[in-house]
């Protein structure tokens, strides 16, 4: 496994990334399997790890402490904070309570007193940004928290982060996380540019676009029975999606690749990626995946690629993705009644 810097950190971290999104009861709930899961992916050379506090409610999490025990130190370690952990309304968000004792919990569930990358999941647009880089900054000092980092977060707001850091003497925000696929490209024209612009690392999450690139959902088929048709069941049956699929599977297999490993070899050749972030929930998920390490795309093969999905276009739906206030809320997009007219 080679080695890539996580932006300007002076970290280094494998191109792949071990996901626990899966792991627990939100995914695989046998512990065991899990832990051997992580080993083997190890035992590989992948050296990062990826989780979060909300995944199956802590979880993820308490697998993870338990599978790095005695490995921890070799190690990359990153959670996540802001999504819900409770009833409680305070037990969420990006701001400086939550924050404070979500850090807590995360570090007992992981067993282990410092995490190396912590990243904010979302942004919270009822939260100023200095409020949550300000506790970031805290937690740094405090040895805590090694670099810190945003997620999913539009690049306007990324900007925004890093100039509220300059200007307020915080600690600046080091990575993002965002979605990024063949069918999900949109990042491509501010997010990662912004990213290279700050020397920011980027691991991206969803490169299989939640299974629609593993070549198991195709047009005129019904779809297989899994939690993502489950979770996801406008995504997984999106027309424009399941066509670019017919599309890219005789290029996979031109190239002598399956969908699934034409997927990853594209999102690791983007220049601005640092890792890609795999997710599998059993060891022959894992296995595949593992097995795409020395996919080599030609310019050949990204050009061919490039005539079924445009640079910079999300092609169908991403159901988990983050949608700004303005898109949820169509009162935010629209002046009042009386205000409407231009005489």
């Known amino acids: 496994?080679?080695?890539?810097?996580?932006?300007?950190?002076?970290?280094?971290?494998?191109?792949?990334?071990?996901?626990?999104?899966?792991?627990?009861?939100?995914?695989?709930p046998d512990h065991d399997e899990a832990i051997r899961i992580i080993h083997k992916a190890l035992d590989c050379g992948i050296n990062f790890v990826d989780t979060a506090d909300r995944y199956s409610a802590g979880e993820s999490e308490e697998i993870v402490g338990k599978a790095l025990k005695g490995r921890r130190d070799r190690i990359v370690l990153a959670t996540k904070v802001h999504g819900p952990m409770g009833d409680d309304p305070n037990m969420q968000g990006n701001s400086r309570r939550w924050i404070t004792q979500a850090v807590e919990g995360?570090?007992?569930?992981?067993q282990t007193d410092y995490i190396d990358l912590y990243q904010i999941h979302r942004p919270a647009p009822d939260t100023d940004i200095e409020e949550?880089?300000?506790?970031?900054?805290?937690?740094?000092?405090?040895?805590?928290?090694?670099?810190?980092?945003?997620?999913?977060?539009p690049a306007s707001e990324i900007v925004e982060a890093q100039w509220v850091a300059e200007r307020r003497g915080l600690a600046r925000m080091r990575t993002e996380q965002p979605p990024?696929?063949?069918l999900d490209r949109g990042?491509?024209?501010d997010v990662l540019p912004t990213c290279q612009r700050y020397g920011m690392g980027v691991l991206v999450w969803s490169p299989l676009s939640k299974g629609m690139l593993t070549g198991r959902y195709r047009k005129d088929q019904p779809p297989p029975d899994s939690l993502r048709v489950k979770y996801f069941q406008k995504q997984m049956s999106d027309a424009r999606s399941l066509e670019a699929v017919e599309r890219l599977i005789p290029i996979a297999q031109g190239a002598g690749l399956s969908?699934?490993?034409?997927?990853?070899?594209?999102?690791?050749?983007?220049?601005?990626?640092?890792?890609?972030?795999?997710?599998?929930r059993t060891m022959e998920q894992?296995?595949?995946?593992?097995a795409a390490a020395?996919?080599?795309?030609?310019?050949?093969?990204?050009?061919?690629?490039?005539?079924?999905?445009?640079?910079?276009?999300?092609?169908?739906?991403?159901?988990?993705?983050?949608?700004p206030p303005a898109l949820v809320n169509a009162g935010l997009r629209r002046r009042p009644l009386f205000d409407r007219d231009a005489a």
């Open 1 to 28: 496994m080679q080695y890539r810097p996580l932006g300007r950190t002076g970290i280094r971290v494998s191109p792949y990334c071990l996901g626990a999104m899966m792991f627990g009861k939100g995914g695989n």
């Open 106 to 110: 995360s570090l007992r569930r992981l």
């Open 132 to 153: 949550t880089l300000a506790v970031l900054t805290d937690l740094m000092r405090a040895g805590k928290v090694r670099a810190i980092g945003s997620s999913t977060f």
């Open 180 to 182: 990024y696929s063949i």
């Open 187 to 189: 990042i491509e024209r």
């Open 259 to 280: 969908l699934t490993h034409l997927a990853l070899g594209f999102v690791t050749a983007h220049p601005a990626v640092t890792s890609a972030i795999l997710g599998p």
């Open 286 to 290: 894992l296995d595949d995946l593992l």
């Open 294 to 323: 020395e996919v080599r795309l030609s310019d050949e093969v990204l050009d061919q690629i490039d005539q079924v999905v445009p640079a910079g276009v999300d092609i169908g739906l991403n159901e988990a993705n983050y949608n």
